[in-house]
């Protein structure tokens, strides 16, 4: 029987647990994970409803397309028809990876209207660019001059009802002059118009710190690709959580930060199925919280 004596004494425990630990009352696990499906690339194209179905399976809510193309749809499957086969498992798509070097090289718009309509059709939200020509950014005024071209893309996207983000590498952070053409991405572009999907992966290999990036930039990252570094063979991939990158810590302040999609990719398998890989690192990323 709980009297007012009882009663006051759990209050007390009660409030000392949210002055200890405010965080876990505010913290939540993830329960959409998202997959680029570009881990699959070697089985995706010969077996897409197969595929698409073991994706699901695995845990996921979430795909990340690539590789479209006006011609060729999504690995052959005209858009809506591909929408409907995500529907039919489950699955929603809120990204995928679209190259725009057409757009940067000239300014022509066929390939990217045609991303639009892909977009609109699957239901995404963001059109990524996956990478650029290296050779665009290889002086500080080209990287300045490429920086432009994203607000543009951003805001031609943004009259869509879309959003525009880059996915970064390693190489962004190779100097160029002073600076780095992600550094100048940071600094000139234009907020609501500009996202950007951290690699975590690359982000580690290239020197940095993802934690003091996701400080330093609030905002500014709305996706997450979330991928391990081997224990043995740091350039290589492992299943999320096998690996040497601290999740707990970069996912603590994912949520300040502004990140709303953690997307797991596998770049190489290594003596494991990749569907059981696919589905430990989901289940891993599902236990994280933000």
């Known amino acids: ?77 005209d858009p809506r028809d591909y929408a409907k086969l995500l529907t039919q498992n489950g699955l929603v798509s809120p990204s ?48 300045k001059a490429t920086a432009e071209k994203f607000n543009k893309v951003g805001q031609l996207l943004k009259k869509e009802g879309l959003k525009f983000a880059y996915h970064n590498h390693a190489w962004e ?13 940071l600094k000139e572009t234009d907020n609501d118009l500009v996202k950007l999907e951290m690699d975590i992966f690359w982000v580690v290999r290239g020197g940095l710190d993802p934690v003091t990036m996701l400080e330093k930039h609030p905002g500014k990252f709305a996706l997450f690709h979330v991928k391990d570094s081997d224990k043995g063979r740091p350039e290589l991939n492992t299943e999320v959580g096998k690996g040497t990158i601290d999740f707990k810590a970069i996912f603590a302040k994912a949520k300040d930060a502004g990140v709303k999609h953690f997307i797991v990719e596998q770049e190489n398998f290594t003596n494991i199925d990749p569907y059981v890989s696919i589905a430990e690192s989901s289940a891993y990323v599902k236990s994280l919280s933000v």
């Open 1 to 77: 029987m709980t009297n007012r004596r009882t009663f006051l004494g759990q209050a007390g425990v009660a409030a000392a647990a949210i002055l200890l630990t405010p965080e876990l009352l505010s913290a939540k696990n993830i329960n959409k994970v998202g997959l680029q499906l570009y881990s699959l690339r070697d089985y995706l194209p010969k077996d897409v409803k197969g595929v698409t179905a073991k994706v699901a399976q695995a845990g996921y809510k979430e795909v990340e397309t690539y590789g479209y193309s006006k011609q060729n749809g999504y690995w052959g499957i």
């Open 173 to 185: 952070w190779q100097k160029v002059g002073d600076t780095t053409f992600y550094d100048v991405l």
């Open 96 to 143: 995928g990876h679209y190259g725009i070097d057409q757009y940067l090289n000239d300014g022509t718009m066929t390939d990217l209207e045609s991303y639009i309509h892909a977009a609109h059709t699957i239901g995404q939200r963001y059109i990524i660019a996956p990478g650029i020509n290296g050779d665009l950014v290889k002086t500080i005024d080209g990287c």
